[in-house]
């Protein structure tokens, strides 16, 4: 059974730079019936999902796929910057002194003490599994160093343990198109759609690969000049994206991602890792170009009780949405250990 509830924190919440949200609101989905013995799933979600985890991870989350089962309760909680009803930077429950581009930076710490809230606030102790892939691996290793003990299993796929300079200059690239509409900076309710749009065409570079690229938007023809499927993909997904998101949303959750370090204020990136005592699977994709397996091997080396798992993918970074029957079976033999 899939129900949505919004939290309500009544207090202030401080975040990691020192400023604080007042009335915190946590939007989240729950799947399946909270009993004694149930096992709790966690999933941490990405930079433009939600908490709906059925739909947008089908294969892992729908009907009858491998985490549709009696025994587990799922709680995917909707993270603190987004426009998908937890506080975020166009929420109505906000002062204007702390709306749009007053919004304060948050950081996926802030996220994982948000998620923790949320966790005493249903009465849970202890969490079976939790994962989360990109930047909800982010906050999945924010989430577990807080959790310790309380946590059995954690799956971290297609992420890092601070974020790249890569990926930073590839996030500063996009915030460059939002700012180049005017429109961004008028903070109004429709603001930045047409550098959202960019923004996005932007990032899927850095989502998919060259031979992703060559196996879906190949030309048919051989006497084209313009008009490209590969041209028409990218606005299209830039449009996509225009439909359903925000770009103020876009700003602070990207500026999140870039702040990311585990080790930050904990002595060092390793020390900090090596404090998560969890059964730990790490996966990688070949073709991830914005998280290379090389930072999925850091992650597993570590980590005190990790392993490393490596899906060959032509489909980059996004492999972890599209290589789900792979992923399945990586994730079987993990949880029946």
Request: aromatic fraction near 12%; proline fraction near 3%.
């Given at each position: 059974?899939?129900q949505?509830?919004?939290?309500?924190?009544?207090?202030?919440?401080?975040l990691?730079?020192?400023?604080?949200?007042?009335?915190?609101?946590?939007?989240?989905?729950?799947?399946?019936?909270l009993?004694?013995?149930?096992?709790?799933?966690?999933?941490?979600?990405?930079?433009?999902?939600?908490?709906?985890?059925?739909?947008?991870?089908?294969?892992?989350?729908?009907?009858?796929?491998?985490?549709?089962?009696?025994?587990?309760?799922?709680?995917?909680?909707?993270?603190?910057?987004?426009?998908?009803?937890?506080?975020?930077?166009?929420?109505?429950?906000?002062?204007?002194?702390?709306?749009y581009?007053?919004?304060?930076?948050?950081?996926p710490?802030?996220?994982?003490?948000?998620?923790?809230?949320?966790?005493?606030?249903?009465?849970?102790?202890k969490?079976?599994?939790?994962?989360?892939?990109?930047?909800g691996?982010?906050?999945?290793?924010?989430?577990?160093?807080?959790?310790?003990?309380?946590?059995?299993?954690?799956?971290?796929?297609?992420?890092?343990a601070?974020?790249?300079?890569?990926?930073?200059?590839?996030?500063?690239?996009?915030?460059l198109?939002?700012?180049?509409?005017?429109?961004?900076?008028?903070?109004?309710?429709?603001?930045?759609?047409k550098?959202l749009?960019?923004?996005?065409s932007?990032a899927?570079?850095?989502?998919?690969?060259?031979e992703?690229?060559?196996?879906?938007?190949?030309?048919?023809?051989?006497?084209?000049s313009?008009?490209?499927?590969?041209?028409?993909?990218?606005?299209?997904?830039?449009?996509?994206l225009?439909?359903?998101?925000?770009?103020?949303?876009?700003?602070?959750?990207?500026?999140?991602?870039?702040?990311?370090?585990?080790?930050?204020?904990?002595?060092?990136?390793?020390?900090?890792?090596?404090?998560?005592?969890?059964?730990?699977?790490?996966?990688?994709?070949?073709?991830?170009?914005?998280?290379?397996?090389?930072?999925?091997?850091?992650l597993?080396?570590h980590?005190?009780?990790?392993?490393?798992?490596?899906?060959d993918?032509?489909?980059?970074?996004?492999?972890?949405?599209?290589?789900?029957?792979t992923?399945?079976?990586?994730?079987?033999?993990?949880?029946?250990?």
């Open positions: 059974m899939k949505v509830n919004t939290f309500h924190f009544s207090s202030e919440f401080l990691e730079s020192g400023s604080s949200l007042p009335n915190l609101e946590i939007t989240y989905h729950t799947f399946g019936t009993t004694p013995t149930s096992k709790i799933i966690w999933v941490c979600h990405a930079l433009t999902a939600n908490s709906d985890v059925s739909d947008w991870w089908n294969g892992l989350f729908g009907e009858g796929d491998l985490f549709d089962k009696p025994d587990y309760y799922i709680i995917c909680a909707n993270i603190i910057g987004s426009c998908y009803g937890s506080t975020g930077p166009q929420s109505n429950q906000l002062p204007e002194s702390l709306s581009l007053k919004f304060p930076l948050i950081t710490r802030d996220m994982a003490n948000a998620h923790q809230l949320l966790k005493t606030e249903l009465g849970i102790d969490i079976h599994v939790l994962i989360g892939s990109s930047l691996g982010h906050q999945a290793q924010e989430f577990a160093y807080i959790l310790q003990e309380k946590l059995e299993k954690l799956v971290l796929i297609a992420t890092n601070k974020h790249s300079p890569f990926g930073i200059a590839f996030n500063e690239s996009q915030r198109s939002l700012l180049a509409d005017e429109t961004f900076e008028q903070e109004i309710p429709e603001g930045g759609q550098g749009k960019a923004a996005r932007i899927m570079l850095s989502y998919r690969s060259y992703g690229y060559v196996k879906t938007q190949s030309e048919d023809v051989n006497d084209k313009d008009n490209f499927k590969a041209s028409s993909y990218q606005a299209y997904q830039g449009q996509k225009v439909n359903r998101f925000n770009a103020y949303s876009y700003w602070y959750l990207s500026k999140a991602m870039d702040s990311h370090n585990i080790g930050r204020n904990r002595g060092s990136v390793e020390k900090a890792l090596g404090q998560i005592p969890a059964n730990t699977l790490v996966i990688g994709i070949t073709s991830d170009l914005l998280f290379p397996v090389s930072e999925q091997a850091f597993a080396s980590i005190p009780n990790a392993e490393l798992e490596i899906i993918s032509i489909f980059g970074h996004d492999g972890f949405l599209v290589e789900t029957k992923l399945e079976n990586i994730l079987i033999n993990f949880l029946n250990k």
